[in-house]
């Protein structure tokens, strides 16, 4: 199973934006939902983004809602996250996999994904 790659990760002011991409020939060939969790420091990974696998809907958790996008694009394997309003509590690694969505809560789809390396995203005050 191929590892993801995530990008677009970086140092950013409260307010600014990011977009992060995340790249696996894999990503799209399963008719999974593409989603994004993160890891804060000393904190467990939480889902907060999915897309299902048409691209026709997207559901997030309540902390990004309205602030990030979740989108992808099958043609070039690839995910996206666009990020915007972004706030100190944002920070952390950033990581892609199939997802799937509950009321409230996303998680991932498969019992034991393939995380790739993440990208660190870190929000100043």
């Known amino acids: 199973q191929e590892q993801p790659v995530e990008s677009g990760g970086g140092l950013v002011q409260a307010g600014g934006s990011l977009r992060l991409s995340c790249t696996s020939s894999e990503l799209s060939s399963d008719g999974f939902a593409l989603g994004w969790f993160r890891q804060a420091a000393g904190k467990e990974r939480e889902g907060i983004a999915c897309?299902?696998?048409?691209?026709?809907?997207?559901f997030y958790v309540d902390s990004v809602k309205g602030r990030f996008t979740d989108s992808r694009d099958d043609a070039k394997n690839t995910v996206n996250l666009q990020m915007i309003s972004l706030k100190p509590e944002d920070t952390a690694m950033y990581y892609c996999?199939?997802?799937?969505?509950?009321?409230?809560?996303?998680?991932?789809?498969?019992?034991?994904?393939?995380w790739g390396q993440g990208t660190q995203v870190t929000v100043s005050s």
């Open positions: 897309v299902t696998w048409s691209g026709n809907t997207a």
């Open positions: 996999a199939p997802c799937s969505s509950l009321p409230g809560l996303i998680i991932p789809a498969q019992r034991s994904p393939r």
